[in-house]
């Protein structure tokens, strides 16, 4: 759609007590990059694509860090390919092989594992693909709307409410001997169009309304909306690692310069 235009801003950062940061993020199309703070804000050419992808090494499994780290290295790679819900899917499940191919050969990588969060941004389309528990949400006037599927395991009907179900159902590497099946979707862009991409750090310490409180009004420039909802993890003692994508469709008329 001629018109639009895409801003991007974006933060990763450690967990408050951990000695390194699991997440990693990535940003491919941009025009122009300028960095606030510790937030990176960017615009993206629709015409062009844009893909903004966040990756969330798996805890408690070997060299998390670097299963996060390659998950988007290689996604950055296959850019190009992502215009398709098709190419899309086959780059993760391609993203899973490459992983499980670097355990083969290094046994310190043997374990590790990530999820996935990528949205590709065309002048005609969104594609969202995910794997894992890492979120894509929309973001309106009312409220967020979850465009992703957690691959989180059913509560058992035998387990307390106040017990929480911890594991993934699927992940890129990790133990598992099956291929991945990415979730996919596809939306026609449009004006005013936002979206909140961000790795479990986030989701597991505030609660979706508080989420939505924060963000949801267009009006405030998305750098304090990301540090917002930083502060807003950290108060309420959030440990893990947090990653946080804020993609917002504007017209180009209208778009502020960075």
């Not at 759609?1 to 408050?16: F, H, K, N, S, Y």
């Not at 894509?136 to 709307?145: M, N, P, T």
Request: glycine share 10%; hydrophobic share 45%.
């Amino acid at each position: 759609m001629m018109g639009l235009t895409v801003r991007v801003a974006a933060r990763t950062q450690g967990g408050p007590a951990k000695s390194r940061n699991e997440d990693a993020i990535g940003i491919n199309g941009h025009l122009r990059a300028v960095a606030t703070g510790r937030v990176l804000e960017f615009e993206g050419n629709l015409e062009q694509g844009v893909v903004c992808v966040i990756a969330d090494g798996a805890g408690g499994h070997p060299a998390a860090d670097h299963a996060s780290r390659m998950v988007v290295e290689r996604l950055m790679l296959s850019a190009d390919r992502l215009t398709s819900s098709e190419g899309l899917g086959q780059a993760i499940i391609e993203t899973d092989r490459v992983l499980r191919d670097a355990m083969l050969d290094r046994r310190e990588l043997q374990g590790m594992g990530s999820t996935v969060a990528a949205v590709s941004l065309t002048d005609e389309e969104i594609l969202i693909g995910n794997v894992g528990d890492s979120s894509i949400l929309e973001i309106d006037r009312q409220g967020i709307l979850a465009l992703s599927v957690a691959d989180n395991p059913e509560r058992p009907d035998w387990l307390p409410e106040e017990r929480a179900v911890t594991g993934l159902t699927q992940m890129l590497g990790g133990n598992g001997v099956t291929s991945v099946e990415p979730h996919l979707a596809r939306y026609p862009i449009e004006e005013g169009l936002r979206l909140l991409i961000c790795s479990d750090g986030l989701t597991d310490a505030v609660a979706e309304d508080d989420i939505s409180r924060v963000v949801r009004d267009p009006a405030v420039h998305q750098t304090f909306l990301i540090d917002a909802l930083f502060e807003s993890a950290l108060a309420a003692g959030a440990a893990d690692d947090i990653s946080i994508i804020l993609a917002s469709i504007v017209n180009q008329a209208e778009a502020v310069r960075l």
